[in-house]
């Protein structure tokens, strides 16, 4: 498996301003690693700030955040909260541009049935591919689906298909998604062109521009 780690910029729909997203990846003792904005993760310790968050506690996978004044409780995996007066209504996102890294992977963060993940653009791959560890972690119950032979680097594996209930990144929301869990354990979660090719997709040096078609 490939790996890396981007920043990537997340924007909607054209004249829309954005809220502040901020998702929970990680913690270690006193610290939060924060996801904000779609960026890098980065460790933050209670009374510190980071782009205008500040972390007021941290206790085992629960970090107290004040995020513009206001006081958010957030939990290792969940999905981001979104902080702002004016924010893109879920679902009308049109465009998400990412930034690739220095191996030229693009891997922003988004959402699996509302549930937050990292992802990874794989053209290749023809639908969204979990691992049976991060399946389980969102509470997909992909056992329910169908039975399919899937080619790996390892040789074949049988894995299971079915619809994930919506698959995000940044504001832009789709659908109805076909998935398939592999028995592996996986980084990431590949995000196939199950997904990708609901959006005409544009490269230009190091970034990829998905545009909503309809």
Known sequence: ???????????????????????LTGVSGSKALLVIDGGAPRFVAAGQSHQGVRVVSVQGEVAVLEIEGRRQ???????????GSVAAPEGIGTRVVMT???RGHFMPQGQINGRAVQFMVDTGASQVIL???????????FEK????????????VAGHQFQLDSVRVGDAQVYGVSAIV???SMPFVLLGNSFLTRFQMQRTNDQLTLERRY
Do not use: C, Y
Not at 9 to 19: D, N, R
Not at 131 to 141: D, F, I, M, S, V
């Open 1 to 23: 498996m490939r790996r890396g780690l981007v920043a990537a910029v997340l924007s909607g729909a054209a004249g829309v301003a954005l809220a502040q997203s901020v998702a």
């Open 145 to 156: 689906g169908r039975r399919v032979q899937v080619s790996t680097a390892n040789g074949t």
């Open 100 to 102: 690739a890294d220095g």
């Open 182 to 184: 592999l028995p592996q």
């Open 73 to 83: 409780t957030l939990r290792v995996g969940e999905a981001p909260v979104s902080q």
């Open 131 to 141: 691992g049976e560890a991060e399946a389980r972690r969102l509470g997909l119950a």
